[in-house]
């Protein structure tokens, strides 16, 4: 994309904006070999060379990691050709281009991240790291411990059997179910494939926790910012579960403790009804 110089020199952090147009009219910078002494010219800093006294300049792209809670009624993607509202329309004051990190469908709620850093989101997607994804999931009717049992233990659906899951009851009402599911798989549509097959039927799907981060009390449709804690121990933990991490910045973080959290999900699961 095409930037006027003095922005470009400013964001790569060699000097201020003002400073920088002083520097052009006194020809000391050069685009693909061609020195540059008009104020307005325009560069592009992911193709051209741009020199300052004959050195070139490294841009320093700013990586930008977030977390947003989806609401049920969005895409994950950046432009949808049917018209649904897409998950980018939420994240308002971002200026860098932001992708997912794999998806959630159109009517799953919670935890998505996104970032502009390719290289972290391939490590973090990549099967061998096996990032563990906790859904919140609730279904009409009962779940028998022989469903339970299927769940855990891996169920064929049609791209082959599933790997062990955990499973934790949250809270059972007369007409409801709640509970946790722990997969380390990525496909498509998975949780609900897995009810589908044993005719469980899914009312409500949220994700809860990506890796050792916790979507916490983050509102729907609301975002933030991961802490450099946060993006380190997700690319380089293998992304197990391990030590939960918890933002300090955030309002109310969630508690980290197996019984808290479970408290935690329960108040979740009666919030949202
Ligand atoms: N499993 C699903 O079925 N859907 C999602 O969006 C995520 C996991």
């Not at 169920?155 to 082959?160: P, Q």
């Not at 549509?189 to 926790?209: F, G, H, S």
């Amino acid at each position: 994309m095409q930037e006027r110089l003095q922005k470009i020199l400013s964001r790569a952090g060699v000097t201020s904006r003002r400073s920088a147009e002083t520097m052009i009219t006194d020809g000391r910078i050069s685009v693909n070999g061609q020195i540059v002494t008009e104020l307005g010219t325009k560069a592009d800093p992911d193709n051209d060379l741009i020199k300052v006294d004959g050195k070139p300049v490294v841009i320093s792209k700013k990586r930008v990691y977030l977390l947003l809670n989806k609401p049920a009624g969005y895409v994950t993607t950046l432009a949808d050709p049917g018209g649904r509202p897409v998950i980018t329309e939420l994240i308002k004051d971002i200026p860098e281009r932001l992708f997912p990190v794999g998806r959630l469908d159109f009517n799953t709620e919670g935890l998505l991240l996104l970032t502009n850093d390719g290289d972290w989101a391939n490590r973090l997607a990549h099967p061998s790291h096996e990032v563990e994804k906790e859904y919140l999931v609730k279904i009409r009717g009962s779940l028998g411990a022989d469903r339970i049992a299927q769940l855990t233990n891996g169920i064929k659906l049609d791209d082959g059997w599933t790997a062990p899951a955990k499973v934790q009851i949250i809270r059972v009402l007369e007409k409801n179910v709640w509970f946790t599911i722990t997969i380390h798989e990525g496909r498509y549509r998975q949780v609900r494939r897995m009810c589908e097959a044993l005719e469980l039927p899914l009312v409500k799907l949220k994700r809860v926790r990506y890796g050792n981060i916790l979507l916490g009390e983050l509102k729907s449709g609301e975002y933030r910012l991961l802490d450099p804690a946060e993006v380190k121990v997700l690319a380089g933990s293998g992304g197990g579960q391990g030590k939960t991490v918890t933002n300090k910045n955030a309002k109310n973080p969630e508690p980290a403790g197996r019984s808290d959290r479970k408290k935690s999900l329960q108040r979740k699961a009666l919030h949202d009804k």
